[in-house]
Every structure is written in structure tokens, then in C-alpha cells.
């Protein structure tokens, strides 16, 4: 079974600052890697996608990056803003399981003006 | 718009007494989910579907059914033998190919009272 481990659990950040979150899994037979934002009482929204043939993907001041053979993928955001403030949560779908999703246990962020 | 609906957004539950959860989607897509996620936790897998007339036990399915008689609806029932339903539930659901996301509902909120 593929376990999905995100390090730290909470991380608060001044405004502005750069910042990276981490993102491990045990099974590196992966078909893509997933992160999204959950804001509190919401449901999750889809941040980034990495086909598990790509080594990154970029969305304005984020930028995912995945190794499959190390097991892990992190979460960069440039330039932090209180409205990024959020749980952010990794998943992946395991190759020859079908459509099964595993997803962490998530990193609060809160963003301090 | 496309996109999932959850309904109820907030539901009590009595003691002995099953309720359902609604999930409906306009994408056309295949493949649907519910996944269950307690306070300060990931989201933990309890059925889904590949397609109509079918669907797969998760990590957490027992006290919970399902039907998908119709490709955009996948409800979930909260059977009485589910003995700490409360949670936040989320549908989700995604395309064929590993290049598709996985969209997700607003959620719902289910308390035991």
C-alpha cells in the first residue's frame, strides 16, 4: 500500500518569504502526482498535476517538482501572501491500481502579514 | 458551469438512523469518489466507481454503501453501522487517462447528534 508523507505538518511564514513543502511516498510506481489547497471547511481545488514522465510543472508562483526514483516532490511558492494561507495536500495514483488516489495528511500554511 | 455538487452541505445524524449524502457531476466523467477526512487528518478512501452499475470497496468502507445507476450521480448512505460518521465527506471525480485531474465537490459535513 502507498503511504504519502508530508513534512512539516504546520510551517508559518512571514509575508514575502519563499517557501518549500514537502511531499514523500514509499511506492515510486506512480502515473502522476497531484497538489491541491484546501481552505477550512472547503473542499480541495486542484493546484498542480505532474505526469510521473515530467520532472516539474509551474503555475504563476508555484512550481512542483517530482522524483520518482527518490520518492518525493515538493511544493515551491514564491513570495508568500496572506491569501495562501491554506492546508496543502499531496496525492498520487499508483500505476496498475486503477484510478485510487493516495493522499497526504497535509501542511497548514498560515502566511503572517 | 461544469463541475460537482454535494448536498447537503451540513447534516445531522441521530443515533441508529442512516443518511445520504448527495454527489452529482456535469463533467462526464468516469470515474467518481468519496472520500472521508477527520479534523487535522488526510483524506482516507471509502468507495468508488469506475463506471455505471459498478464500484470498489476503499480503505474504510465498512458502515457505508453505494449505487451508481447513472454516469453523473454516485450517492453515499451512511448506514447506523457506521459508529463515528462524523466528518467531512468529499466527492471527487475524474476522467479516463492519466493526464486528467481529479475534481472535487465543496464537501459535506455530517454530525452525530
Known amino acids: 500500500k502507498q503511504e504519502v508523507t508530508q513534512i512539516p505538518a504546520a510551517l508559518s511564514v512571514p509575508e514575502g518569504e519563499n517557501l518549500v513543502l514537502n511531499c514523500s511516498f514509499t511506492d515510486s510506481a506512480i502515473y502522476n502526482l497531484q497538489w491541491f489547497r484546501q481552505d477550512p471547511g472547503k473542499g480541495l481545488t486542484s493546484l498542480l498535476l505532474i505526469q510521473s514522465s515530467q520532472r516539474e510543472q509551474t503555475s504563476g508562483r508555484l512550481n512542483a517538482s517530482l522524483d520518482k526514483s527518490s520518492g518525493r516532490s515538493t511544493l515551491y511558492i514564491a513570495a508568500s501572501q496572506p491569501g495562501d494561507s491554506a492546508t496543502y495536500l499531496c496525492a498520487n495514483i499508483l500505476g496498475g491500481t486503477g484510478n485510487q488516489f493516495y493522499f497526504g495528511t497535509g501542511t497548514s500554511l498560515t502566511v503572517i502579514p | 458551469d461544469g463541475g460537482i455538487t454535494q448536498s447537503p452541505k451540513y447534516l445531522f445524524r441521530k443515533e441508529g438512523q442512516n443518511v445520504t449524502l448527495s454527489c452529482e457531476q456535469n463533467?462526464?466523467?468516469?470515474?467518481m469518489y468519496w472520500y472521508r477526512q477527520d479534523p487535522g487528518q488526510g483524506l482516507r478512501l471509502i468507495y468508488y466507481s469506475q463506471i455505471v452499475n459498478d464500484f470498489q470497496k476503499g480503505d474504510i468502507a465498512e458502515g457505508y454503501s453505494v449505487s451508481r445507476e447513472k454516469k453523473e450521480s454516485f450517492p453515499l448512505t451512511v448506514t447506523s453501522a457506521q459508529k463515528n460518521p462524523t466528518a467531512f465527506y468529499h466527492c471527487?471525480?475524474?476522467?479516463?487517462?492519466?493526464?486528467?485531474?481529479?475534481?472535487f465537490g465543496e464537501g459535506s459535513w455530517l454530525t452525530v447528534v
Open positions: 463533467l462526464n466523467h468516469d470515474a
Open positions: 471527487a471525480s475524474r476522467g479516463t487517462g492519466t493526464k486528467n485531474t481529479i475534481y
